[in-house]
């Protein structure tokens, strides 16, 4: 048994009955592509991690076997999550279970809703894995409103989770989704809670966080977590490679809750600078955001390829603009207007194409016009 006491970690139920940690010690970003059975070991047991999320694309998962294994934690004790990259569920987990050194996992993830066999196929092969008892649960990750919309109309187990960016500038992009997961009893992960003090820095939630910390006793990355904790309901995806700091996000996690006037408040600052700091999904604003404030991503040059296709993006949709006076423009392809005359209703303007994801691979994105329910006024479709 491992020498850190489990005892004090959060747990959160899931859909289907089974209990997880609410906070994950993470493999991806800082620790992708790097074998970390160290680290693993140090956040069980000197943090007292008890979940582990994993992925095919982070090409680490032999060394959390490795890690796990070497604790003395039986197999019961500890969370194992992990995430498809191909397009077979069935040998993704196969692979994926011998690299764990395990005969389950807790938790099987479509990684992204670009898998290629199409979500609905995958999800239905991913419901056959689920029969066999080689996962407890299954789940998906970066699902949007609309593939979340798209693939409950044929699911016939509903995911227990979406593992998804999550904090308070990219909320303005999830607030559909998150009512809907929250209806659906489909447990959020977010990922990249720490983004506004990590990748965002000087924006306009820094002296609000600045505040409520000093009200808190807690510190900016902990008002963070607890934001998200709160907001979602559901579970924090983290990593360091500091065991002082994994024990101050679990800490984070117990200590008492945010006033609902800290969390709006936290909320309001988001919405004023709407960003995404992972670039593999394309998301939709679901609200117009506020005039920036942040000089932060203004200081950014965007890369040769991201500037072509806003040009040829621009080029496309003049006609558009033309008509629509206000029309402006995401940062991946996505372009949204409110034109005056359609009585301040957003008209979103989606585009289908490839691009690159924080690990370089391609995605393609391809919009449904018709299922975004939450934005009313007319939308249009462009391929380039
Ligand atoms: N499903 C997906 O597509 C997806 C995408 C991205 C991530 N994820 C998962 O989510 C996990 C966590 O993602 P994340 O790394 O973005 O989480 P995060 O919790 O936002 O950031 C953690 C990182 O921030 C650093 N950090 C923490 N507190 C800090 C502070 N006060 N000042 C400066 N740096 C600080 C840590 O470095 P130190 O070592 O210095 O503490 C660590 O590298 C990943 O490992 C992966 O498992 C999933």
Redesign the pocket.
């Known amino acids: 048994m491992s020498s850190s006491s489990s005892s004090s970690l959060p747990f959160i139920t899931l859909n289907d009955g089974r209990s997880i940690p609410a906070i994950a010690y993470?493999?991806?970003?800082?620790?992708y592509g790097k074998p970390s059975s160290e680290l693993v070991e140090m956040a069980i047991n000197e943090a007292g991690y008890r979940h582990i999320?994993c992925?095919q694309m982070y090409e680490n998962s032999e060394s959390v076997g490795q890690a796990w294994t070497s604790t003395g934690l039986k197999r019961e004790e500890l969370v194992l999550t992990t995430?498809l990259s191909g397009s077979d569920p069935r040998a993704g987990l196969e692979a994926e279970l011998r690299l764990l050194r395990t005969n389950y996992v807790d938790l099987w993830l479509i990684?992204?809703p670009k898998v290629k066999i199409g979500y609905g196929k995958a999800w239905s092969l991913m419901e056959d894995v689920l029969k066999e008892g080689k996962t407890r649960s299954i789940g998906v990750?970066?699902y949007m409103i609309d593939e979340m919309t798209e693939m409950l109309e044929t699911a016939k187990v509903t995911p227990a989770a979406n593992?998804i960016?999550f904090h308070p500038y990219c909320y303005p992009y999830l607030e559909s989704l998150v009512r809907l997961c929250h209806e659906r009893g489909i447990t959020i992960e977010c990922?990249?809670?720490?983004?506004p003090?990590?990748k965002g820095k000087g924006g306009p939630l820094d002296p609000v966080l600045q505040k409520i910390a000093g009200q808190t006793g807690l510190?900016e990355?902990q008002v963070l977590l607890k934001w998200a904790k709160q907001v979602s309901r559901g579970v924090i995806?983290?990593?360091?490679?500091?065991a002082d700091?994994l024990k101050e996000h679990l800490a984070a996690l117990q200590a008492p809750e945010l006033t609902s006037e800290q969390v709006d408040e936290i909320t309001q600052a988001g919405r004023t600078s709407p960003q995404r700091f992972?670039k593999?999904v394309l998301l939709q604003p679901e609200q117009k955001p506020a005039e920036k404030k942040s000089p932060s991503t203004k200081s950014k040059g965007l890369p040769l390829g991201s500037t072509l296709m806003l040009v040829a993006l621009f080029l496309l949709l003049l006609p558009l603009a033309m008509a629509s006076p206000a029309m402006l423009f995401g940062r991946d392809g996505l372009g949204y207007a409110d034109p005056a005359d359609n009585g301040g209703k957003l008209l979103t303007v989606s585009v289908s194409g490839a691009v690159s994801d924080s690990h370089g691979a391609d995605h393609i994105r391809h919009f449904h016009p018709s299922r975004s329910p939450k934005i009313p006024g007319l939308r249009v479709s462009v391929n380039p």
């Open positions: 993470g493999l991806g970003t800082a620790n999320d992925a995430k990684h992204t990750s970066n593992q960016e990922y990249g809670p720490l983004s003090i990590t510190n990355g995806v983290t990593t360091s490679t500091k700091r992972f593999g």
